[in-house]
Nanobody
Framework: QVQLVESGGGLVQSGGSLRLSCAAS????????MAWYRQAPGKQRELVAT???????MYADSVKGRFTISRDNAKNTMYLQMNSLKPEDTAVYYC???????????WGQGTQVTVSS
């Protein structure tokens, strides 16, 4: 019912920054909590950060203090500002609704983030 498209990934040096975007297809986006996830080669997908419809945020310990999740409901878009990037941040990053993920929802194409040492 709602299509999510990630963009903004790329190749950066350790210590660099990237800003990821997640564009939703409809205005219904504004009513739901959203989240960023990532999956590195050979590892399971993990939750990176969440944001409620009102803007409250939560971060995984591994990214706390370095990443910032935000959303612009008027634009049906969510963002992930990533600073002080480390090689261990290398992964494909996905956006999704946490409630849908818990219920086995589908995933989009994601966007690749590669951090060189």
């Amino acid at each position: 019912q709602v299509q999510l498209v990630e963009s903004g990934g790329g190749l950066v040096q350790s210590g660099g920054s990237l800003r990821l975007s997640c564009a939703a297809s409809t205005s219904i986006f504004r009513f739901y909590a959203m989240a960023w996830y990532r999956q590195a080669p050979g590892k399971q997908r993990e939750l990176v950060a969440t944001i409620t419809s009102s803007g409250s945020t939560m971060y995984a310990d591994s990214v706390k203090g370095r990443f910032t999740i935000s959303r612009d409901n008027a634009k049906n878009t969510m963002y992930l500002q990533m600073n002080s990037l480390k090689p261990e941040d290398t992964a494909v990053y996905y956006c999704n609704r946490p409630d849908m993920v818990v219920n086995g929802g589908s995933w989009g194409q994601g966007t690749q983030v590669t951090v060189s040492s």
